[in-house]
């Protein structure tokens, strides 16, 4: 096994052992997952629920991994923590998914435990388990795997954009040659753009040069800009409504498709409408003089 806590956890529940080995497996693989959902691990591996449940929250025990409670959209499954639907209900009434704009009502949502890396996951792994030196290299493989440090993308990584035909907008990227991954920004099911996509159209088509976020604000939630007049409390809801969707590219859109979330810088609690924003990027490639097909993403 590559972590040695699912080593110990299968001496001592020799009942889960099979269980504990292909979950110990699915993880090494998953890497750099920042949300670990236990449906997902259970229907991937073809093992029941209960059991994968019961590994992931000895890990969590061990601090190989962190639990967190979550609301997923059931639309399309972005997740957020409890604790930021909870400010949002309390700060503006309702709570809208930054993916697909849906509302999610506090009387229809569901809370679920989703997992993360924690913080013995390297420590997981003793490089002194083998003589030969076998452990050393199982240690260093899932270091780089799970916890990958990413060089300065401005001199490092470049990008290309292109839309689908389906009007999926795509981003892909290179870090020094080689391909990291892509990630879809696709279309609502009535056809319009989501955030998300509206706002990465905005800050590639911009590029090199930053975007205000007042602009951002204009374009991407023209509803809320246009009766936001002098209201500073309006503005910095709507402020806090665009740092939660920098926030969720980053880590929900670009980190789980391997993507160095970098290339998007967050944004601090001190920005303003006159913060300026652009993505940190060598070159960026803009293929949207035509629609291309799917097979475009290759070109990635």
């Known amino acids: 096994m590559y972590f040695t806590e699912c080593v110990s956890l299968a001496e001592r529940y020799p009942d889960l052992a099979r269980v504990i080995e292909q979950v110990d497996e699915r993880l090494h693989e998953m890497g750099t997952a920042e949300v670990i959902r236990v449906a997902d691990v259970a229907s991937f591996l073809g093992i029941d629920p209960n059991r994968v449940t019961s590994v992931l929250e000895m890990l969590a025990q061990d601090g190989v991994l962190l639990g967190e409670e979550m609301i997923e959209c059931p639309h399309c499954r972005m997740a957020v923590l409890c604790s930021e639907y909870e400010d949002a209900l309390k700060e503006e009434g309702e709570y809208r998914c930054t993916d697909c704009d849906r509302p999610l009502p506090q009387a229809t949502i569901q809370a679920i435990t989703t997992y993360r890396r924690g913080e013995r996951w390297k420590e997981a792994l003793d490089p002194k388990e083998d003589s030969d030196g076998i452990g050393l290299e199982i240690a260093e493989e899932v270091e780089q795997t799970a916890i990958k440090e990413w060089p ?4 490092h990584t470049t ?26 920004f696709a279309m609502r099911e009535d056809g319009s753009p ?4 509206q706002f990465m159209r905005l800050i590639c088509f911009q590029h090199p040069k930053p975007v205000l976020l007042k602009d951002v604000m204009e374009q991407v939630y023209p509803n809320d800009f246009a009766t936001m007049g002098k209201d500073q409390r309006a503005a910095t809801k709507l402020l806090r409504k665009v740092r939660s969707l920098v926030s969720d590219i980053r880590t929900k859109k670009f980190a789980k498709a391997n993507l160095n979330r970098d290339i998007l810088p ?3 609690f001190e920005s303003s409408v006159e913060t300026g924003i652009s993505l940190q990027l060598a070159k960026l490639h803009r293929l949207d003089d035509k ?10």
């Open 266 to 268: 967050p944004l601090s």
């Open 152 to 155: 300065d993308p401005t001199e």
């Open 291 to 300: 629609v291309v097909d799917d097979v475009g993403s290759r070109l990635g």
């Open 159 to 184: 990008a290309k954009v292109w839309t689908t035909k389906d009007r999926s907008f795509w981003m892909s990227t290179k870090t020094d040659g080689e391909h990291d991954g892509k990630v879809q």
């Open 194 to 197: 989501t955030y998300q996509m």
